[in-house]
Antibody, heavy 116, light 110 residues
Framework: EVQLVESGGGLVQPGGSLRLSCAAS????????MSWVRQAPGKGLEWVAN????????NHVDSVKGRFTISRDNAKNSLFLQMNSLRAEDTAVYYC?????????WGQGTLVTVSS | QSVLTQPPSASGTPGQRVTISCSGS????????VNWYQQLPGMAPKLLMY???QRPSGVPDRISGSKSGTSASLAISGLQSEDEADYYC???????????FGGGTKLTVL
């Protein structure tokens, strides 16, 4: 069974940092692009970033460029999102998702709240 | 403001057929395939349709997708109460170099 389990969310002050993790199981993690998608409270879905199978190619949405970095560890079947300089508008549930096709599997999400 | 445009709401009675539209541009829907996602209340999204008209395993054939030019549609026939959910379209955008979503459509089964 394909499973994606996010962790690392929580309450952080504006300007702070958090590192989200996503543990993958039930499929060959190293064979898939992976994405992070977020959803602000009561709002729609917003794609955040994706990363190629070997980590050699990454894309980030403009609103997080220079602040967020996606990475992965294929040996540990794990996906990460390093989030720096967090803003109130980054408050959202963050989902990790398997690509090919994008969103072919989703985690349950982890809530990030940016507030003083 | 979302890059892809969807109606905010749609509705139908049990057994009816409803369609949800998704409008984009030449850099996304016009040149890339479209995916659709269903999000039940309080749940993670689920892939409902990919590559315009391909159903993942387990999605019933009363749900179909299509695309023409810079617009795509999701059709649900034989509407059931369990179809009540939010639906999102998405496509890769060649100009932005990222995935873009529609704003979502809340489907109500009356």
């Amino acid at each position: 069974e394909v499973q994606l389990v996010e962790s690392g969310g929580g309450l952080v002050q504006p300007g702070g940092s958090l590192r989200l993790s996503c543990a993958a199981s039930g499929f060959t993690f190293s064979s898939y692009w992976m994405s992070w998608v977020r959803q602000a409270p009561g709002k729609g879905l917003e794609w955040v970033a994706n990363i190629k199978q070997d980590g050699s190619e990454k894309n980030h949405v403009d609103s997080v460029k220079g602040r967020f970095t996606i990475s992965r560890d294929n040996a540990k079947n794990s996906l990460f999102l390093q989030m720096n300089s967090l803003r109130a508008e980054d408050t959202a549930v963050y989902y990790c998702a398997r690509d090919h096709p994008m969103g072919s599997a989703w985690g349950q999400g982890t809530l990030v709240t940016v507030s003083s | 403001q979302s890059v892809l445009t969807q109606p905010p709401s749609a509705s139908g009675t049990p057994g009816q057929r409803v369609t949800i539209s998704c409008s984009g541009s030449s850099s996304n829907v016009g040149s890339q395939t479209v995916n659709w996602y269903q999000q039940l209340p309080g749940m993670a999204p689920k892939l409902l349709m990919y590559s315009n008209d391909q159903r993942p395993s387990g999605v019933p054939d009363r749900i179909s997708g299509s695309k023409s030019g810079t617009s795509a549609s999701l059709a649900i026939s034989g509407l059931q109460s369990e179809d009540e959910a939010d639906y999102y379209c998405a496509a890769w955008d060649d100009s932005l170099n990222n995935w873009v979503f529609g704003g979502g459509t809340k489907l109500t089964v009356l």
